[in-house]
C-alpha cells in the first residue's frame, strides 16, 4: 500500500504559495527546509511559552513581557494542554506523528478541554497576518478528536504586535470547513497523480529554499 501524503497546515500553505516549492522540499526531498533567524527565534519563544504553562517555569526577559498572556490561558477553567501533537490517517482515526498511516498533522500550542467547550491558541511571532483557515484546521481537529466539544474558541496570538484573532466554530460548521480542507486536499493529489508541479513566482523567490533550482530563483 502507497504511504498517504501526511498533510499539514504549514504543506498545504507551502503548497499554495507554491506548488514546485512544494514538490522540491516534500515530494523528492531535493531542497532542505532553511532555519533562518526569524525561525529560531519563534521557535525558542514557543519553547519558553511552553515551559511556562507545563511546568510554570518563569519567562526568561526576551518573553516576560508575554507574561499576561500565558496567566490568562493558564487561568482558564478546563483541561490545559500545551505544545500537543495530534495526527489522523486518512479514516480520521487518531494514528501517530511518525506512523506509516499519518495523513493529518497538527501541533496545538495551547488546548483547552472544558466540557462542550474548547480553546485553541497558536502563538505567532511573526507579522500580523490573519489566516483563518489554520484557525479552521485546528477547529475541525478538536471535533474529531472529541466527540463531546460542540463549540471551538480557535485563536491565533501575534506576539509581536499583541494582537488576537478569534473565531469561535460550532460542531454544525464542520462539514463545511471539511470541504474546505478537502479542497486544498485535493488539488495536491491531482497535482501528485499528473506530476505537475508549476513553479508561482512572486517577491518571495529570492529567499525561497529551491531558488537555485528554479528558473524564477536565479
Known sequence: MTKPLAHSYS????????PKQYYMQRITKEVKASFGEASIYGNRIHEQLELRLKEGTPLPEESAKYEALAVAFASLPGQLVAE??????????????????AWLRAK?????????????????????????FQMELFAILVFK???????????????KDMKIDTETYTREDTPRLWEKFMGKVTRIEQSLAKDQWPPKPSGLCPWCPAKDLCEFGR
Do not use: M
Not at 504543506?11 to 507554491?18: G, H, I, T
Open 108 to 132: 496545538l500550542d495551547i488546548l483547552v478541554i472544558n466540557g462542550t467547550e474548547a480553546v485553541v491558541g497558536d502563538w505567532k511571532t511573526g507579522k500580523h497576518r490573519p489566516d483563518f
Open 145 to 159: 478528536l472529541y466527540p463531546a466539544v460542540q463549540r471551538v474558541k480557535s485563536s491565533l496570538i501575534w506576539l
Open 11 to 18: 504543506a498545504l500553505k507551502q503548497y499554495d504559495n507554491c
Open 84 to 101: 500537543q501533537e495530534f495526527t489522523l490517517n486518512k479514516e480520521l482515526e487518531a494514528t501517530g506523528w511518525w506512523d506509516a498511516d
